[in-house]
């Protein structure tokens, strides 16, 4: 089962370098991992998404992440209320005669054209992971040249913060 993580750290250099080692070295498989800035200047925000057989798994993972020095808390948002999204900037061959179709599939996903030339465009798309799939499955025939996906962003709903939990 997926499991997604937010953890927060120490804005230190190498910090998710060591989350990623310790991960890795004990067999997990990183599904995605982002992480950026938070409303704090000296916290990061790492969200991770892993593949774990059972909660015994999971609890190594996390028992190994909160003895690193830098880690501050790790909220497991799996099964919880959230908002979870993934962003792709996806890059398709848009000749002349196909391009009115290629828009009027970006408005079906509500995404952004964000540039155009004379032989590609480059959509932006939010949302969950089925739909930037079904949106990449349907632009497949137009022929993609370049995708790039950020992996999965999560936040509880409601409103306690992640550091008040």
Known sequence: MKHTLAVLVENKPGVLTHISGLISRRAFNIESIAAGYTEEPDMTRITI???????????????????????????????????HRELALIKVTAAPENRAEIVNIVEIFRAH?????????????????????????????????????TGRIAIGRGPISAKEV
């Open 113 to 149: 054209i964000v540039d155009v030339n004379k032989e590609t465009m480059i959509v932006e798309l939010t949302g969950e992971e089925m739909k930037i799939d079904a949106m990449c499955e349907l632009l497949e025939d137009y022929g993609i040249r370049e995708i790039v996906r």
């Open 49 to 83: 998404v892993v593949e774990a057989d059972d909660e015994y798994e999971l609890e190594q993972v996390v028992n190994q992440l909160s003895k690193l020095i830098d880690v501050i808390k790790i909220i497991d948002l799996t099964g919880q209320d959230r908002v």
